[in-house]
Nanobody, 125 residues
């Protein structure tokens, strides 16, 4: 079955960087759209970034220029490089995968069919 396991979260100060990883298994990685969404306490899930099978990417406006989504198909791994982190980036970050969504639209990542258990990112001012 599809398994997604995130890692790389942690606590950093404002302006710092983190790289999240998502190890995928149980399916042919290159045939699924992938992405990241986050959820802060008391807030709704928010799509952050997505990457389609052809490499098309998209980002929510608040992270453009600071976050970069990438993937290594040979390693079945998705990444999210997060630079210039801000306190408002504090949230649980989830990796997500879906066989049917296409286009690389970040907005749909909370609706993807599969997600991992999440990794916490905390940014202090």
């Amino acid at each position: 079955q599809v398994q997604l396991v995130e890692s790389g979260g942690g606590s950093v100060q404002s302006g710092g960087s983190l790289r999240l990883s998502c190890a995928a298994s149980g399916y042919t990685y290159s045939t699924y759209s992938m992405g990241w969404f986050r959820q802060a306490p008391g807030k709704e899930r928010e799509g952050v970034a997505a990457i389609d099978r052809d490499g098309t990417t998209s980002y929510v406006d608040s992270v453009k220029g600071r976050f970069t989504i990438s993937q290594d198909n040979a390693k079945n791994t998705l990444y999210l490089q997060m630079n210039s982190l801000k306190p408002e980036d504090t949230a649980m970050y989830y990796c997500a995968a879906d066989r049917y969504y296409s286009g690389g639209y970040y907005q749909f990542t909370p609706l993807f069919g599969y997600r991992g258990q999440g990794t916490q990112v905390t940014v202090s001012s």
